[in-house]
């Protein structure tokens, strides 16, 4: 597992080298939130699988396994993960259904700009040498930003609403509807991208 505070940032994975700066992590997940054409299909989705292979690995692709678990370890920043059996996914998969999503490099990226700058004085743009590892560490921790504010308002529940008065409520729903994320209907994905799509929501779901 590693460890952020006695491990440099890894440039590989079993032995095959990987593209690690932070915009290589932001152009997979891109790419494998695609849906429209092709990507929306039950062969889109395994094209976007190696897609994002042909991103991530430097030098030559992997076997499929290896290059499926080095695709998951570097979305999870080499955190272990603990397998999950098929109740749990059940579970998962009718919350997603009920819950917004919270996140979107594309819809986001303003606002996440602007929070880097703001809070660490870190330029995204010219950041180059930024490992993924880092820059999720740091996009962990972006509070007192437009960027957690918006994410705060979009993961607000009815129940929580309920709390606040007839005005304020009206103010949120309103701002609810004016941030959130457009989602594609009917997109299936598969079980590993789906890990994946819940990992960011975790990251940026923590207060």
Known sequence: MFNVLIDRFPKEYEGYLIRWQFYNGIIISDTLA???GIYGTEYGQIEKLYAAFEIL????????ETALAGLNWFFDCGEEQKPENE?????KDKEKRKNPKLFSFESDKNRLYSAFLVKYGIDLNTADDMHWFKFI???N???DTAFRNVIDIRSKTDKEIKKY??????????????FAIEQAL??????????MIDHFDQL????
């Open 34 to 36: 695609q849906t429209s």
């Open 57 to 64: 690995y430097g030098k030559g692709i992997p076997p499929f």
């Open 87 to 91: 109740d749990e996914n059940k579970d």
């Open 137 to 139: 560490a740091l996009m």
């Open 141 to 143: 921790d972006l509070s």
């Open 165 to 178: 008065s007839k005005d304020v409520q009206a103010e949120i729903r309103k701002q609810k509807k004016i």
């Open 186 to 195: 009917d997109v299936k994905y598969t079980p590993e991208q789906n890990k």
């Open 204 to 207: 940026v779901g923590k207060k």
